[in-house]
């Protein structure tokens, strides 16, 4: 069974930059054909996508974040990192992090459809 936890601080000021770790046990995040991945939902809007990491290092963005996020890995922790620069306070929610074998997982509604996903982890964005 292959679980995540996210980790980081839960309050970040306006400006600076945002950093998140998901530590991943139970299996390797450089296991063919998985997808670890940053999604994140602020209260009353859908779920947004924020990119991924693939098991062999390719990343990929939503276009909307991508100026401003950077998603990294650390193959002998078996962790994978977000850092989001220049965050204001509509970078307040909830972050998660998550897998899935699908490189559609942009189009994913729910974080149920993915294949594990830690429990989240509040980040506001306040001064």
């Known amino acids: 069974q292959v679980q995540l936890q996210e980790s980081g601080p839960g309050l970040v000021k306006p400006s600076q930059t945002l950093s998140l770790t998901c530590t991943v046990s139970g299996g390797s995040i450089t296991t063919t054909h998985f997808y670890w991945t940053w999604i994140r939902q602020s209260p009353g809007k859908p779920l947004e996508w924020i990119g991924y990491i693939s098991y062999g290092g390719r990343t990929v963005y939503n276009p909307s974040l991508q100026s401003r996020t950077t998603i990294s890995r650390d193959t002998s922790n078996n962790q994978f990192s977000l850092q989001m620069t220049a965050v204001t306070p509509e970078d307040t929610a909830v972050y998660y992090c998550?897998?899935?074998?699908?490189?559609?997982?942009?189009?994913?509604?729910?974080?149920?459809?993915?294949?594990?996903r830690g429990q989240g982890t509040q980040v506001t964005v306040s001064s």
């Open positions: 998550a897998t899935s074998t699908s490189t559609g997982s942009y189009y994913y509604r729910s974080l149920n459809e993915y294949d594990y």
